[in-house]
């Protein structure tokens, strides 16, 4: 079914369940599983509101400690269940922009995410990632609930 599958994800809860149903997928298709997790970037996203009493360099690297840490569990949950895997930590102010980047880049044939914001505040500022992915994708979304 798929060769070669794009997981995206943030580190939280719905997206921790995200992973086990798509490393399942991947075994079950024998397919190769390409983990991701983009790390925001407030500079990027240029709204001059976000910055006021914010630590950006603080709150961006405390980003990328979270993408790290999502995808090092991808990795531990992948080679559990034999699962070929790779990892990527991508740096962007729009994550579906970065996610449909690598799957584009990594040749994948489908993408799997959750479908929620990690945060009420993340949605405000970003949107739905899912909701622009789904709308953007030019390869199959499959969107975890």
Do not use: W
């Not at 991947?26 to 990027?44: D, F, P, W, Y």
């Not at 240029?46 to 009493?53: F, K, Q, R, T």
């Not at 970065?98 to 584009?104: D, F, G, K, P, T």
């Amino acid at each position: 079914m798929f060769k070669n599958i794009l997981l995206a994800t943030d580190g939280s809860r719905l997206c921790n369940e995200s992973v086990k149903a798509a490393i399942a997928l991947a075994k079950s298709c024998g397919s190769t599983l390409v983990g991701l997790s983009v790390a925001g970037n407030l500079r990027a996203l240029s709204i001059p509101e976000v910055s006021v009493g914010v630590d950006v360099a603080r709150t961006e690297e405390a980003g990328r400690e979270r993408a790290l840490a999502s995808v090092e569990m991808i990795t531990a949950m992948a080679r559990e269940e034999g699962v070929p895997c790779t990892v990527q930590v991508a740096q962007g102010g729009r994550p579906y922009e970065e996610i449909m980047r690598v799957a584009e880049r990594e040749h994948c044939d489908a993408i799997i995410m959750a479908s929620k914001a990690r945060s009420t505040l993340g949605r405000l500022l970003l949107g739905s990632q899912t909701q622009k992915l789904l709308a953007h994708s030019k390869v199959p979304v499959l969107v975890y609930r």
